[in-house]
């Protein structure tokens, strides 16, 4: 009887250890592209933070090892004197609250007619609406610096030049496209029951809007305004264009105030003020950020 059973339990035995190598083998196939796409990320993470180190690290560096030929790369000194002269011997505050102004009104206004242009391309049925979808998608395609110099002349026949609303209609005129054309697929998204059930209780249209339509899009009206606040604060070119008077420019344009052709650039003064420009950029998406994650999933998934 034992002959019999101990080939059948050697087979088996047998059997299982082949499973088993052919387990482990497929798992060391597995982890190879996952270690070289590990190595990747962290080559590409290092390659992206290292310039915002160096800002950081530069901005609190004495101006001896700031001009110093050997890279230092942790300051023997550390200083804060180029944050005090950027907050003392310059337009900081002037230009920050420029800057606040211009963004906050780009924001409220592109949001405020994005979301209604998207529901209205999004919720109803009328002619031409192919037609204005394709021409806002042909809009986002074309180069802002294509566009500056016409909506320059334009602006400043229409006096609309230095001064904050002209500033904030080029910006709206620059990010509502790509408003538009987010927000309404979050508004597709929304199932047209929902609105059904809403007018057969007796609500108006605004009240379906507002109570319905609006709170269910949400995520996407944030996840629109990271981009818009970006957009609007980050950019040099139309402000530097559109504002001549140095008491109207905002930070990226005051942030050149540290190179001038006498005295040169004073490196630890500009990464001083390029920190303090960063910190509200950080802040904002600090606070929303999580909203932006689910609201750019949401998008992805039923836009």
Known sequence: MSTIVEPV??????????????????????KRPRIVSNVIAV????????PVYWMINTAFKPRNEVMSSTPIFFPHSPTLSNFIAAFT???????????????????????????????ALSRFRFRGRRTILVVILAVQMLPGTALLIPQFLVFNNLGLTNNYFGLILAYVAATLPFS?????GFFVAIPVELEEAARIDGASEFRILWS?????????IIATSIFAFIAAWNDYLVAY????????????????????????????GQMAASVLFSLPVVVFFLIIQRNLVSGMSAGAVKG
Do not use: C, H
């Open 180 to 184: 538009i054309w987010v927000m309404r």
């Open 43 to 50: 080559v590409f993470s290092v390659v992206w933070i290292f």
């Open 9 to 30: 339990a050697t087979a088996e035995a047998g059997a299982v250890e082949e499973t088993a190598d052919r387990v482990v083998t497929k798992a060391k196939r597995g």
């Open 89 to 119: 011997e310059s337009d900081f505050l002037l230009n920050l609250r420029n800057s606040v102004i211009v963004v906050v009104g780009t924001l409220i206004v592109a949001i405020a007619l994005g979301a209604l242009a998207s529901a």
């Open 212 to 220: 319905v339509l609006f709170p269910l899009v949400t995520p996407g």
């Open 241 to 268: 264009t559109f504002m001549s008077d140095q008491s109207m420019y905002t930070l990226p344009v005051w942030l050149v105030s540290f190179t001038t052709p006498t005295t040169g650039t004073d490196f630890g």
